[in-house]
C-alpha cells in the first residue's frame, strides 16, 4: 500500500517562500503514478494546485502559475511544490495525492486532472501566510 508523507509546511509572511515535500513509500515509484498537490481552506472545497504525470509533464491552477512549481527526484521517490511570492490566499492545508496515469479518459496532467479520483493521500501539512 503506497503511503505518502508531507512536510515543509510552516508561517510565513505575504511574499516568502516555502517548499513543501511529499515522500512516497510501500509501492511504485513516484514516477509510475500521476502525482499531485491539492490544498483545501477552512470553509472551502479542496482546489487541485499542481500536478505531475508520469512522463513528468506538469500542470498548474492558473491562481499559481509562475509562482509554484512541482517538481519530482525519482531515486528519493519524492515530489516537491515549490512556492515563491506566497500571499494569505495561499493559506491552505497542502495535501499530495497519487493515483493511476490513465483514468476516466484523462491522461497524465491534461486539463481535468483535478476531477479524477486519487486512490492515495497524504494527511497534509498546514500552510499560513500572513504578516
Known amino acids: 500500500q503506497l503511503q505518502l508523507v508531507e512536510s515543509g509546511g510552516g508561517s510565513v509572511q505575504p511574499g516568502g517562500s516555502l517548499r513543501l515535500s511529499c515522500v512516497a513509500s510501500?509501492?511504485?515509484?513516484?514516477?509510475?503514478?500521476?502525482m499531485a498537490w491539492f490544498r483545501q481552506a477552512p470553509g472551502r472545497e479542496r482546489e487541485g494546485v499542481a500536478c505531475?504525470?508520469?512522463?513528468?509533464?506538469?500542470n498548474h491552477v492558473d491562481s499559481v502559475k509562475g509562482r509554484f512549481m512541482i517538481s519530482r527526484d525519482i531515486a528519493k521517490n519524492t515530489i516537491y511544490l515549490q512556492m515563491n511570492n506566497l500571499k494569505p490566499e495561499d493559506t491552505a492545508t497542502y495535501s499530495c495525492?497519487?493515483?493511476?496515469?490513465?483514468?476516466?479518459?484523462?491522461?497524465?496532467?491534461?486539463?481535468?486532472?483535478?476531477?479524477?479520483?486519487?486512490?492515495?493521500w497524504g494527511r497534509g501539512t498546514q500552510v499560513n501566510v500572513s504578516s
Open positions: 510501500g509501492g511504485f515509484g513516484v514516477d509510475s503514478y500521476r
Open positions: 495525492a497519487a493515483g493511476p496515469n490513465w483514468d476516466r479518459g484523462v491522461l497524465g496532467c491534461t486539463s481535468q486532472w483535478p476531477t479524477v479520483p486519487y486512490d492515495h
Open positions: 505531475i504525470s508520469r512522463g513528468g509533464g506538469t
